[in-house]
């Protein structure tokens, strides 16, 4: 039998053979994910500040992973707007100007208040009675803050807020904005006077819920994001003065022309 002769025998008895499933390994697809959820929740509770530099190799010994997987979550972070790569210094924490405060708040408005107008009117009243819940536990977070708590209360309700509203599209795109409002609400939280007036107001919207008054629901939900970006911005234009005087000069000239 010829070499051509005995490779096409040997390939029809592969062929011939039962397949069997493969026991390739293939590289876990949670590692990044899981790399970029830990990175973001230190920026959210602070333990990375605005400005703060992030250095490769310190966050592969800090996590124990490649410098591969770490540039990878990076890039990621960045798209999202936490982080921002400078020339010739590399990746920091990004910082929250006043102007793209305002902007970041105006469109949680709109988005959220949406949301709220489609509870209103699609949600289950298993779905009101969590909500509820989750407002009572947000309630005891702010009389006993620690920034971990408040991030898993604010989750908890947006999660059961978003599922009640019944639109996969809002809910993807407010999870980008909440992903930008992490590091502002920080921020809005350093106002103690801001702590008593937000759970009273988040108490109002999910009243008007509870009411199926969905026009009420969208201008409470509306209303609620502007006071919360007015502390913010308060505590913003202390922290970049120059800023936020630019941008009151810049709003008093927009006044006079119209």
Known sequence: MDRSTRRQADQATDAAKPQQPSLRVATPPTLR??????LKEAIELGEFPPGARLIDRELCERMG????????????LEAAGLITTLPNKGSIVSVVTPEMARSIYEVRAALEGLAARLFARRASLDQIEDLKKAVDELASVYTNYTPQRLKSAKSEFYRILLEGSG???????????HTRVSQLRATSHSNPSRAEP??????????ALESRNAEAAWYKCV???ENAAEAALSVLAVQHPSKAGQDKAAAKRKSRKS
């Open 223 to 225: 209303r609620h994001i």
């Open 167 to 177: 639109n996969p599209i809002v809910a993807d795109m407010l999870r980008i904005i």
């Open 33 to 38: 994910h899981q790399i970029v959820e830990r």
């Open 198 to 207: 937000s759970i009273a107001e988040i108490r109002e919207i999910v009243a």
């Open 65 to 76: 992973v490649s410098r591969t997987s770490i540039r990878e979550a990076l890039r990621e």
